[in-house]
């Protein structure tokens, strides 16, 4: 048996000359670096004895996450569950789910009315009041292992909220803490940054620097004017939220969602995003956590565009995040659920089908966030679709002004000079869920039930890990109650942030509610899926040519065989021509023999197949 410090000094020695290569190449600073060493120690020997066996085991199966059983929900703790004694006992219905892998959303310390829900973090180590204590959290993670459940939780590393302990004393005017942020005492500086750097709210929170009248001086703020950004070109900044990373992932957390991280780097003159700093740093974390909890996997929060993803799963010699998310592939779904025109989505899927297998994707089909119009604009052009008008039509499409859309929800972040605006809705109110209950017309419910289980269908077939967001599986729509809350009325995301309706969850055993038909439909290929190999995350993936541009086709090949997966974005039966469709196929739902090519595929309709022997 190795014994304790053997293993860190292993894993140590793997990684040290890189590590400080690089800390030296960002802070030249040995002092820190030293102190910075003697902290991994100090946390890995502090981490419990169960975590250190579970890092052991997964460095032994280091494909751990990205197994065709895998599937994530995310969900705030409170609207779940109130807090997390709640969520440990609502751990069952989670296991009903079939979900192993849970996102807890923001639930760090943070002050109501300016918490940005919960990404202001006031303090790193200490659960918000409501939802209970670090001891919660460490039972609930617990637990989780023992039912065999992962937890995500945010690292939000780019900004505190102006509630930190650090923020408090730079506002007192101690230096060594202003040192932590960037200051300016004059607008000369921030001028020169604005000429550049995009803006992320540009309607609730305009510009990217916060005049404090107080100090007469102005502080960088990316995002909310109390989300205050960290100055990383101080390498105290660096270490201590290393240490905060670390603290988390001794309570037994398994996945890290590194917020907004192409943003940590600023620098006067670019966009500040992606720059190669950013790159440093997320390869040190994931060195770091190689070192001390290498059961532990980062998933970066990159919501740029294609060519700017990739690069933070770094190389196979240097990696640096476990998983990204598949933004792109997100915003293009509902593009193509607007259109009905599947060539920009098919090009999308040949860009991911073309990266290497060991990049792991996270799928969804929405998340707590907006949806912002991120297309490949080049390409729609050459097609016909403008992007000025394009996003007119689908802003309009998806906010049910369009004659024939179904979809309801709000706009987000309209920028009234450039007429630009994402979107905010739940999946099934985009679906048509919302308007036809309201309308109680049973044919457009089914309706929108068929496109919502048809997009989880498509969602659950991609490569990569697929991520549900709570309430999606029983069809939740839109919740208009943030209106009323005057902490929230300004930002349209609350509206598909909405408290979990329990009651509905009692329908989901009767078939003729929408929660029946929806549950148990998406239940069937969330079992599927966890018994088929070709689901698993190193399987092949390729897009297949349907000769219909409402028909998506695409194909996965694992150890146990071929599947065929043909999803109609159009709401009119279409036929789907395969060149790959020789032989028989058997439809994984129902069982029924066929062949995979000349399908006639139902209006939102589907197919999962698989070649037989
Ligand atoms: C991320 C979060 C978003 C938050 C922002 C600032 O993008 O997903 O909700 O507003 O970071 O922390």
Redesign the pocket.
């Known amino acids: 048996m190795k014994k304790g410090n053997q293993i860190f000094e292993e894993r140590l020695e793997r990684h040290i000359d890189e590590l400080k290569w690089l800390y030296m190449e960002l802070y030249d600073n040995q002092g820190f670096f030293d102190d910075l060493l003697s902290r991994l120690r100090q946390f890995y020997e502090e981490r419990s004895l169960p975590l250190k066996k579970l890092d052991q085991e997964r460095e032994k199966d280091p494909g751990w996450y990205r197994k065709n059983g895998m599937l994530g929900m995310m969900l705030y703790v409170d609207q779940f569950a109130g807090d997390l004694k709640g969520v440990r006992k609502k751990l069952d219905y989670i296991k009903r789910c079939n979900v192993n892998y849970v996102h807890l959303m923001p639930l760090l310390d943070t002050v109501e009315g300016r918490s940005?829900?919960g990404?202001a973090v006031a303090d790193f180590r200490k659960v918000q009041e409501k939802l209970g204590t670090m001891e919660d959290l460490e039972k609930l993670a617990d637990q989780c292992h023992k039912q065999g459940v992962s937890l995500c939780l945010d690292f939000?590393m780019?900004?505190t909220s102006e509630d930190h302990k650090w923020a408090k004393k730079a506002r007192a005017g101690k230096q060594e803490y202003k040192d932590r942020y960037f200051f300016f005492d004059n607008y000369s500086m921030p001028a020169m940054y604005e000429k550049t750097v995009p803006q992320v709210f540009p309607t609730t929170a305009p510009g990217n620097f916060t005049y404090l009248p107080d100090m007469q001086e102005f502080v960088m703020t990316s995002?909310y004017p109390y989300?205050w950004d960290l100055n990383y070109r101080n390498p105290v900044v660096f270490n201590e939220m290393m240490y905060n990373f670390l603290y988390l992932a001794n309570r037994g957390i398994d996945v890290l969602r590194i917020?907004?991280v192409p943003y940590i780097w600023k620098q006067v003159g670019t966009d500040c995003r992606n720059l190669p700093q950013v790159h440093t740093i997320v390869r040190m974390m994931r060195m770091i956590g190689e070192i001390v909890c290498p059961g532990i996997v980062l998933l970066g929060?990159v919501?740029m565009e294609p060519e700017k993803v990739a690069p933070y799963f770094g190389t196979v010699e240097k990696p640096e995040c476990h998983m990204l998310y598949n933004v792109t592939t997100m915003a293009t779904t509902w593009h193509t659920v607007a259109t009905g025109d599947v060539r920009l989505l098919k090009r999308q899927m040949e860009i991911i089908s073309s990266l290497p297998s060991d990049y792991t994707f996270l799928n969804y089909l929405r998340c707590?966030?907006d949806i912002g119009w991120g297309l490949d604009y080049p390409l729609l052009e050459s097609w016909g679709m403008y992007q000025v008008p394009h996003k007119k039509y689908l802003n309009d499409y998806f906010t049910g002004k369009w004659q024939d859309s179904v979809s309801r929800g709000e706009l987000y972040n309209e920028d009234l000079v450039t007429g630009d605006a994402r979107f905010c809705g739940t999946t099934a109110s985009m679906c048509g869920v919302e308007k036809a209950g309201f309308e109680q017309d049973e044919e457009a419910t089914d309706a929108a039930i068929q496109m919502d289980v048809m997009l989880h269908a498509y969602m659950l077939f991609l490569s990569g890990i697929p991520m549900l967001y709570s309430g999606d599986e029983i069809g939740q729509v839109n919740d208009y109650t943030y209106k009323n809350d005057p902490n929230k009325a300004a930002d349209s995301?609350y509206i598909h942030r909405g408290k979990f309706q329990w009651n509905l969850v009692d329908n989901i055993s009767h078939p003729d509610t929408v929660q029946g038909k929806l549950f148990g439909r998406l239940d069937q290929l969330e079992k599927i899926r966890g018994q088929e190999k070709a689901f698993d995350a190193s399987a092949g993936f390729w897009t297949l040519e349907t000769w219909d541009n409402a028909v998506l086709g695409l194909a996965r090949e694992g150890k146990d065989g071929k599947l065929v997966g043909l999803f109609n974005f159009s709401g009119e039966p279409r036929v789907a021509w395969i060149d790959e469709g020789d032989g028989e196929y058997q439809d994984l739902l129902t069982g029924a023999v066929m062949k995979a090519s000349g399908v006639r595929v139902d209006g939102h309709g589907f197919y999962w197949l698989k070649r037989m022997a």
């Open positions: 940005d829900g990404y939000v780019n900004h995002f989300q917020d907004a929060e919501v707590h966030d995301r």
